[in-house]
């Protein structure tokens, strides 16, 4: 087991049916999973839920943890194979012809923004969200790994189960797109 890895102690204790332990692995990635929800979903409330769901699913499969891994980068999959649930739900739904909440105008949440977000227009904030949330998801994931989560890009890789040469591409290809939709193209390329 990797000495730098401070969440390996946190899981053994956590699999040993230590509270605390798995108490402290929520409280030190539960923003990361939710910042992660949210932009992936665009919605506070579904992030939230997803959140959960993303836990209760990572601690289900603790045993199967590598601790040689980082964990952060092992829960953001987990987190991203449940907003990949939900939007497949979405679609069913949505086939089906079930209504559906408007979500847009809603996708910027009245929670305290980052210095950055201060500084940008509430405007501007909400075409990007739109932006991101309209972005196929192969590339919305990686984009959201790298620039919003701050994961590397081999640990960006390992989570998606790509080569770190896709995850090169795909960032490349999601800025791309992401700007065309900003800027209002409306037949953007990837």
Known sequence: MSSDN???????????????????????HREA??????????DADEAFDITQEAFVAAFGALSRYDPA?????????????KCRDRARRRAVRRFLGLP??????????????SPEARVASRDELVATARAIAELPSSLKEVLILRTIEGLNQQETAEALGISAKAVETRLYRARQKLSQLVRGDPHPRV
């Open 69 to 81: 891994r980082p964990f952060r980068g092992w829960i953001a999959a987990i987190t991203l194979n």
């Open 33 to 42: 999973v939710y910042r992660l929800a949210r932009s992936a979903t665009g």
């Open 100 to 113: 559906l909440p408007e979500l847009a105008a809603d996708w910027i949440a009245d929670d305290a923004p």
């Open 6 to 28: 401070p969440d390996a102690a946190l899981v053994r204790g956590a699999l040993a049916g230590e509270a605390q332990a798995a108490r402290a692995l929520v409280e030190r």
